[in-house]
């Protein structure tokens, strides 16, 4: 069950930005959502769902990378 969410606005026009964070208790709640929710249709747009990196003001960004190309072995 998600826990808290939050929509991305605009700080200009007050619209929102398109996309959005929603934080689970759990792991593997996220996973279930993410399974049930990517690439589905809402309001006629493809639904594009993952997991956010956290970001740390001045320090470097480190994103993991998989161990071959596109999975290929």
Do not use: C, Q, W
């Not at 956290?54 to 161990?67: D, I, N, Q, Y």
């Amino acid at each position: 069950m998600a826990s808290k969410v939050r929509i991305v606005y605009d700080k200009d026009s007050g619209r929102s930005k398109g996309f959005g964070f929603v934080h689970f208790a759990k792991d593997e709640d996220a996973g279930s959502a993410k399974d049930a929710m990517d690439g589905k249709a809402m309001l006629g747009r493809p639904l594009r769902i993952s997991f956010a990196v956290e970001k740390v003001r001045g320090g470097p960004l480190v994103v993991p990378r998989l161990s071959s190309p596109l999975g290929n072995e």
